[in-house]
């Protein structure tokens, strides 16, 4: 907040599309109050303007993005399963080690035992990681809890952490991302159970931003995904689906008919899904290190979504079992390299278009005038740049609502 800045000597990439995530195109912004006022070519600021600029920084022909945003996370969580990592290795697949009762449920096992301090604890290195990489919004989803009070906690930790670390957080409740033990062979009623008495419960306590589920094969039906989002409608909650990771069942028409925000993986989705969610807006949110740790094939059809006129989004899907990582940079050079997006895509992929899956658009994730004034400096010049580099990170300095969070200039 407060009084107005100018930023000069910079390469600003506005990131309102993909077509302005490509070049620099103005030198220059204006915040005021925490916003970004004006954006352009300082010849052209208004002398009116300029006078009220009481700071102005040079940024030495630097890159300035919009701040970061990771539109998909489950970040609150304990344990590891670094254990399942080796077996997978000696060639066992991620679903057979869930059929035997490990996967997510051995990471709600260990959610369950401990309390929001040891979540707490378990997720600050890994928010930091992100934060340190210009990430200024994130998505932190519940779904290792599974009964109401451990789902209560894990949202309750996700909002403490918004507050510690002055970062953006939207909570998910994805209470639908695997069948309990307590309601082993009663998958519809444990979903019936989540949606219609834990759902307004949380809703009430204020913990919930979106609804997901997890519709795939080995997890959640269709069917179950209009129980949750009929629940989620009669609430006024907007909705997203992890959908076709491994088989499409189905899930993308229920989303795109219930207008979600997102649905997440993609890796088997037919012309017609793509359709239906390029009509209902819709973002597909591609996760690229889980395709990456799982060994995947094929792809999610990139080309495909892209003729439909889907927006698509990158994000690190950072969780302990298929996508252990904490670097969106990682993401969106992986997005690059195993799914053939340019690194203009790329980059939106991780401003306008991860706004756009978690509603925060247009006030986040670009900057025009009006947003919030969030954005990274970086020792870099083109925006492509952070794309090409792996476990090289250029991110200098972090504003927050117009003033450095973090880093210097
Ligand atoms: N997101 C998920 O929720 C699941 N896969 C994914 O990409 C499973 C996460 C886990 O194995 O813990
Ligand atoms: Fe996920």
Same mark, same amino acid.
Not at 73 to 78: G, N
Not at 155 to 181: F, G, K, M, N, S
Not at 336 to 353: D, M
């Given at each position: ?17 993909? &077509? ?10 204006v ?6 006022v004006w954006?352009g070519?300082?010849p052209t600021l208004s002398p009116g303007l300029r006078a009220r ?62 309390? &929001? ?113 009929? &629940? ?178």
């Amino acid at each position: 907040m407060g009084p107005a800045a100018l930023w000069r000597n910079a390469r600003v990439v506005p990131c309102t599309s993909v &077509a302005t995530a490509t070049a620099p195109d103005a030198d220059a912004l204006v915040t005021e109050d925490g916003r970004v006022v004006w954006v352009g070519r300082e010849p052209t600021l208004s002398p009116g303007l300029r006078a009220r600029c009481a700071t102005v920084h040079d940024l030495a022909g630097r890159l300035v993005t919009p701040g970061l945003i990771d539109c998909h996370t489950h970040l609150v969580f304990a344990g590891d399963r670094a254990a399942e990592f080796a077996e997978r290795q000696r060639g066992v697949s991620y679903e057979e080690i869930a059929r035997r009762g490990g996967g997510i449920l051995s990471t709600v096992r260990a959610t369950r035992a401990a309390d &929001a301090a040891a979540l707490i604890e378990a997720a600050t290195p890994r928010l930091e990681s992100l934060l340190r990489e210009g990430v200024t919004a994130i998505e932190i989803k519940s779904g290792y809890g599974l009964t109401l009070e451990d789902e209560a906690r894990m949202l309750e930790v996700a909002r403490t952490l918004a507050r510690r670390h002055d970062i953006e957080v939207r909570t998910t409740y994805l209470a639908a991302h695997a069948v309990p033990p307590e309601f082993a062979g009663r998958g519809a009623e444990y979903v019936r159970v989540l949606a219609r008495e834990w759902l307004p419960e949380l809703a009430r306590r204020g913990l919930v931003d979106a609804v997901d589920i997890y519709c795939d094969r080995g997890a959640f039906s269709a069917a179950d995904a209009v129980t949750l989002f009929d &629940a989620a409608r009669e609430l006024g909650l907007p909705v997203k689906m992890h959908a076709g990771q491994f088989a499409d069942v189905g899930g993308v028409e229920v989303a795109a008919r219930f207008a979600a925000l997102s649905c997440d993986h993609l890796e088997e989705l037919s012309a017609a899904d793509a359709a239906r969610m390029a009509q209902a807006g819709t973002v597909a949110v591609l996760l690229p290190v889980a395709y990456y740790t799982l060994g995947q094939a094929p792809p999610p059809p990139v080309q495909r979504l892209r003729d439909a006129g889907v927006l698509m989004a990158v994000a690190t899907d950072c969780n302990p079992g298929t996508s252990p990582c904490a670097s969106i940079l990682l993401a969106m050079n992986m997005a690059c390299r195993l799914f053939a997006l340019t690194a203009e895509e790329a980059l939106a992929g991780v401003t306008c278009h991860a706004a756009r899956a978690l509603a925060l658009s247009p006030s986040t994730g670009s900057l025009a005038p009006g947003a919030t004034a969030d954005f990274v400096v970086w020792d870099a010049t083109a925006p492509y740049e952070l794309s090409y580099w792996t476990g090289l990170n250029r991110c200098r300095a972090v504003v927050r609502r117009g003033a450095i969070a973090r880093g210097k200039l």
